[in-house]
């Protein structure tokens, strides 16, 4: 097993264009968000660069697609390569995104699981009929060059999510990471150089004007991307022009409801990881917590007194439980939220100022005291900051987790399963959970309603319809 070692870190990572592996004069510094400190370069794709991948993916597209064989052998074969080099890419996952090693080290794994799964999956045909004498086929066909464009909170889990299916329909990719943790994906780029035929698969680096020139590209036909709802949305405006196919995975402001017949000590850990895992940088982290007035105190208390035990440090250290935020932008965008909630009365139970530097540290903060109309409840947060607002009555919990143009996902908490299930489908969320939160399934597909996304993801047959479209072919007697 490899360890870093100061050539990585002075290593400029290539792009995979073609089948080669392309470094550039032009690169891109990236930072280990726990010490501030350069731990490689990227290779930038320009123009010319993002060209010759989408012509690489447009000539490989034929035979790609003809050979359903060859796609599920090849989906195996990364599978493997995933796996065996599953503890370096968590290691750099680790160092480029903060998230401590002990949360990135399935993340090597679920993709190469995600290609395992799609490799075995088999569309299932629809029997052709006959009507009015013509016989009718209705088929699968893919789009041809699909683009992913990933963010940075979950560099490789992402990434795999959205080019498993599009190569397993038989369609080519080219995909880009984010500026922010782009090694993890080149350094998988040059791990599957070998794996995939040229040109099927593309990895091209750079920040948005990147994403932007790929998603442009006429002969791109369906993109696929996760990351802010303000991208998204130039990402659909850009998309109309050719009517090019979208999955989009945007953010989200995800409402926990928490009724008074819990147990708060025991709902609180739970709570407590669903809302500050990876520091807050999930689609689906709890970002506003309503509880019910009978435990709302002492909630807020047991949620308080977890977050100060919380060991937050430099995720390569073993007994780190919170990394540090992945961006400067990000942390200095989590420091202003909460400081807007204290100068408008908010009380501040834990955390609430950043760590002393180096490295982008911010403690899991409990804020109380504000409700909507203030920002760090009706703005996504992407941090550990979380708002806990009492409620009286149920439907209006219910009324204030909906009164957001977010759908991703909501949950309730209770003692009491049965109360529970005729109020979680009044929740207007892609995802809704019984005390439970946050929390994917294999086989069920996962997307948002409202502002949150277009389309579902994952869940095999769910996610894999979002890659063909359909073809309907009619015969009739000469
Ligand atoms: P954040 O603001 O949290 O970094 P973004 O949604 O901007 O999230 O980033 C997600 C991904 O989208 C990144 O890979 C980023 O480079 C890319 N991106 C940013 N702007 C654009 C754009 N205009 N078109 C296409 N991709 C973009």
């Known amino acids: ?126 029997a052709p009929f006959e009507e009015g004498g013509k016989q009718i086929r209705i088929i699968r066909k893919p789009f041809g060059v699909v683009a992913a464009i990933t963010p940075w909170n979950v560099p490789v ?34 791990l599957l150089r070998d794996v995939f035929p040229p040109g099927v698969l593309n990895i091209v680096a750079g920040a948005g004007e990147v994403g932007a020139a790929i998603a442009r590209d006429p002969r791109v036909g369906k993109i696929t991307f996760t990351g802010s709802v303000a991208t998204g949305r130039r990402i659909f405006e850009t998309a109309a022009r050719d009517i090019k196919r979208l999955t989009l995975e945007l953010g989200g402001n995800d409402a926990a ?17 669903v809302a500050f895992r990876n520091s807050g940088q999930v689609c689906f982290a709890v970002k506003r917590l309503f509880v019910q007035r009978g435990v709302f105190d002492a909630i ?20 780190t439980e919170l990394g540090p935020l992945t961006s400067r932008t990000q942390y200095e965008r989590v420091a202003e939220l909460v400081d807007d909630a ?66 991703l996902g909501a949950s309730i908490w209770t003692g009491n399963v049965e109360r529970a299930l005729p109020l979680i489908e009044q929740l207007d ?10 929390e994917g399934s294999k086989q069920a597909p996962k997307g948002g309603h409202k502002s949150s996304g277009l389309g579902v993801e994952g869940g095999g047959a769910w996610g894999y319809e979002h890659y063909v479209q359909v073809q309907v072919v009619s015969v009739a007697a000469p």
């Open 429 to 438: 969320a892609g995802m809704v959970w019984i005390n439970r939160h946050a």
């Open 157 to 190: 889990g992402i990434l795999f999510t959205k080019i498993t299916p599009a190569l397993r329909a038989g369609n080519t990719v080219v995909a880009k990471p984010s500026e922010h943790t782009p090694l993890s994906t080149l350094r998988i780029a040059e």
């Open 342 to 407: 204290r100068a408008h009365g908010a009380r501040i139970h834990s955390g609430g100022a950043p760590l002393e530097g180096p490295g982008w540290f911010y403690p899991p903060t409990i804020v109380s005291g504000i409700g909507p109309g203030s920002r760090l409840v009706d703005e996504e947060q992407f941090g550990p900051a979380l708002p806990v607002i009492p409620f009286d009555d149920v439907e209006e919990a219910i009324a204030l987790a909906n009164a957001t143009p977010f759908g």
């Open 1 to 126: 097993e490899k360890t870093f070692s100061i050539l990585d870190l002075m290593k400029t990572y290539p792009l995979l264009i073609d089948g080669e592996l392309v470094v550039t004069a032009t690169t891109d510094a990236v930072f280990d968000p726990a010490t501030e400190q350069v731990v490689g370069h990227a290779s930038r794709a320009d123009a010319a660069l993002i060209d010759r991948a989408v012509s690489a993916a447009l000539r490989a597209f034929p035979a790609w697609s003809a050979d359903t064989a060859l796609r599920q052998r090849t989906l195996r074969a990364a599978a493997v390569v995933l796996r065996e080099h599953a503890s370096e890419i968590s290691r750099l996952i680790t160092l480029e995104q903060g998230r401590p090693l002990k949360n990135t080290a399935a993340e090597p794994l679920n993709a190469a699981a995600t290609l395992e799964q799609f490799a075995d999956y088999a569309p299932e045909a629809a």
């Open 300 to 319: 807020v208390d047991a949620l308080a007194r977890r977050a100060e035990r919380t060991r937050v440090g430099n995720g390569l250290e073993a007994d």
């Open 257 to 273: 409801i928490v009724l008074d017949d819990v147990d708060p000590e025991t709902v609180a850990e739970k709570l407590f990881w």
